[in-house]
């Protein structure tokens, strides 16, 4: 299979403190990752794009100096959550894409973070 | 730019039963994929099915079938023998080839499998 882990699975932290999501693809490397955040009830809404080596895409609407995303290996990508408040509080979920000639470009789905902040 | 609509926020099935699942998108495209995600309460992401393009015929999964009406631009997903497992959120996502795996996801349907 393709697994993608996310770490830590849930956290907490006070308001004005930096909070670090790391993702990682076990058994496979993974050129491009995607970083989505997730309201209750909600879809998934594309935070940003994350190549390995080169600077993350983000999407309209998306701060990317609040959210910095890093991509320095095929098996690891991580979203830094700056000074975060309350409204920042949400379910991260990240998914990476198989590298081209390893596959389809499918994209396998981490288990996702919940950040509270309080 | 594409978009993926499901028009229905909620559904319920009584258990063994089947259940539909609407979807939309509007491409110019004529080449793409189209996908069924499962979100159980886990919240873990789930591929159910996939369906390219370019083939006429409907991708089946065991228990999950989808109706891919190419000129319509629809893509349904049928649910034979509901079971209480398949209580979960349920997205239809459209992605280009060439757009490395980026995912354009729909709202969501919430089925409720009863017992």
């Known amino acids: 299979g393709a697994v993608v882990s996310q770490h830590p699975s849930w956290v907490i932290c006070k308001s004005g403190t930096s909070v670090k999501i790391e993702c990682r693809s076990l058994?496979?490397?993974?050129?491009?990752m995607f970083w989505y955040r997730q309201f209750p009830k909600q879809s998934l809404m594309l935070m940003a794009t994350s190549n390995e080596g080169s600077k993350a895409t983000y999407e309209q609407g998306v701060e990317k100096d609040k959210f910095l995303i890093n991509h320095a290996s095929l098996t690891l990508s991580t979203l830094t959550v700056t000074s975060a408040h309350p409204e920042d509080s949400s379910f991260y979920i990240c998914s990476a894409v198989r590298s081209p000639g390893q596959g389809v470009d499918e994209q396998f789905f981490g288990p996702g973070t919940r950040l509270t902040v309080l | 730019a594409q978009t993926v609509t499901q028009s229905q926020p909620e559904m319920s099935v009584q258990e063994a039963e089947t259940v539909t699942l609407s979807c939309t998108y509007d491409?110019?495209?004529?080449?793409?994929?189209l996908f069924w995600y499962k979100q159980p309460p886990s919240r873990q992401m789930i591929l159910v099915i996939r369906q390219e393009a370019y083939k006429q015929q409907n991708a089946t999964e065991n228990r999950f079938s989808v109706n891919f009406q190419k000129a319509a631009k629809s893509f349904s997903l049928k649910i034979s023998d509901s079971q209480l497992g398949d209580t979960a959120m349920y997205f239809c996502?459209?992605?280009?080839?060439?757009?490395?795996?980026?995912?354009?996801f729909g709202q969501g349907t919430t089925l409720q499998v009863k017992p």
């Open positions: 058994d496979f490397q993974a050129t491009t």
């Open positions: 996502a459209f992605m280009k080839p060439s757009n490395t795996g980026k995912l354009i």
């Open positions: 491409t110019s495209e004529n080449n793409y994929y």
